[in-house]
Every structure is written in structure tokens, then in C-alpha cells.
């Protein structure tokens, strides 16, 4: 089945504590992005990325890191996290770079920073 | 900067109604434009897809379109049903891939 998977789907840390939220797909689409999601705000964009070894900023960026060493996988890593970056986490995929095909979402990721 | 408005944020329609959900946005430089639908703390479901050199879409009881010189989008819902309730979304892909999203329209259907 197409599908992108996000782990975990809930977590709850705590300030500085880093972590990382993974992301894979098994489309072999060339096209990944990260938004995270929050009320009054929608969803705004993190990072994309659109092949192995390309990523580019999003929107909102600070705090934020990720990498595509492989096209299935786009982890978003939070180095420090903090409590703005309680959120609703959503990875996304695309064919074709992302110029003209559909775009994927996972199940989304549930992040509370206490 | 793209914008994408959708107005109204929410909507309550008897069941059995035909609607229109729109979303207009700022910059015609697209290369499409998709609506999805979230149901509550849920992923974005795709739903229609309109490339920028196409003028419509359908699936089943929705018809998107696209009117690209004027910034507009329409998805039409046909005879909805209490199953449709859900916040329903557009964004559109711009340069570098980017994509903008409204901030959704959240429709109830009433039995």
C-alpha cells in the first residue's frame, strides 16, 4: 500500500531534550516536505526537500533540522526543543520533484514540549 | 508572498444541499492547485488535484475548478451527506515547489 509514515504519531517531552521524528515513504517519490499545524495559524511549511542531499527552508525553519541522505526517508530533527514547538506535525510526499504531482501526508505527529 | 484565503472558516448546511467551498490566492504563477479534507486530528486526505493547464476535476459527488487568471477555486459538493463533515482545504503549488495552503473551511452536515 502507498502510503508515508511518521513515527512517532504521539509524544510528549520535555524542554532541550532532543529528538527526532522520522518520516518514510514507499512511493519512491522524489518530493518531501515537513509542516507542522496549529490552530488559527494552518499548516505552514518547516522544510522540503526535493531529492537525496537537497533540502531548502520552509516558512518556519528556526529551531528545525532535517536531512535526506536516501530518498525514502526525511527525519525532522528538533535539537532543543521548546514549548512553541508543541504543534501537530504532518511529512508529505510528491512525484516529479513536486512540480505536478499529488502530494501525500502521513498520519501526522502529535508533539507536546513541556 | 502567495496567499490563500478561503472564506467562510466554517459552514453548517442542511444534508441533501449543494455546495461550494472557495479559495482564492494571489499569485496566478501556479503549477496546481489541490484540495484536501481533515477530519479532526487526522492527516489531509487528497481529494482533486487541477493542474495549471486544466479547468476542472471530478471525483464522485466533487467538481474542482480552476480559474487561474482570476485567482479562484471552486470545489462543488453534491448532494452532502453527514459523512462530509470535515474541514476541507486548498493549496496551491508555486516556484521552488512551494506550497501554500488556506486555513480551511470547516463544514457540518446536518441529518
Known amino acids: 500500500e502507498a502510503q508515508v509514515t511518521q513515527n512517532p504519531r504521539y509524544l510528549i517531552t520535555v524542554t532541550g531534550k532532543k529528538l527526532t521524528v522520522t518520516c518514510s515513504q514507499n512511493?519512491?517519490?522524489?518530493?518531501m516536505s515537513w509542516y507542522r499545524q496549529d490552530p488559527g495559524l494552518g499548516l505552514r511549511q518547516i522544510y522540503y526537500?526535493?531529492?537525496?542531499?537537497?533540502?531548502d527552508k520552509g516558512d518556519v525553519p528556526e529551531g528545525y533540522k532535517v536531512s535526506r541522505k536516501e530518498k525514502r526517508n526525511f527525519p525532522l530533527i528538533l535539537e532543543s526543543p521548546s514549548p512553541n514547538q508543541t504543534s501537530l506535525y504532518f511529512c508529505?510526499?510528491?512525484?516529479?520533484?513536486?512540480?505536478?504531482?499529488?502530494?501525500?501526508f502521513g498520519e501526522g505527529s502529535r508533539l507536546t514540549v513541556l | 508572498k502567495q496567499e490563500v484565503t478561503q472564506i467562510p472558516a466554517a459552514l453548517s448546511v442542511p444534508e441533501g444541499e449543494n455546495l461550494v467551498l472557495n479559495c482564492s490566492f494571489t499569485?496566478?504563477?501556479?503549477?496546481?492547485l489541490q484540495w484536501f479534507r481533515q477530519d479532526p486530528g487526522k492527516g489531509l486526505t487528497s481529494l482533486l488535484l487541477?493542474?495549471?493547464?486544466?479547468r476542472e476535476q471530478t471525483s464522485g459527488r466533487l467538481n474542482a475548478s480552476l480559474d487561474k487568471s482570476s485567482g479562484r477555486s471552486t470545489l462543488y459538493i453534491a448532494a452532502s451527506q453527514p459523512g462530509d463533515s470535515a474541514t476541507y482545504l486548498c493549496?496551491?503549488?508555486?516556484?521552488?515547489?512551494?506550497?501554500?495552503f488556506g486555513k480551511g473551511i470547516t463544514l457540518s452536515v446536518r441529518p
Open positions: 508529505a510526499s510528491s512525484k516529479d520533484r513536486g512540480l505536478s504531482g499529488e502530494l501525500f
Open positions: 512511493m519512491n517519490h522524489e518530493y
Open positions: 526537500s526535493m531529492n537525496v542531499e537537497v533540502t
Open positions: 499569485d496566478s504563477a501556479i503549477y496546481n
Open positions: 487541477i493542474q495549471s493547464s486544466q
Open positions: 493549496a496551491v503549488r508555486g516556484a521552488n515547489s512551494k506550497l501554500t
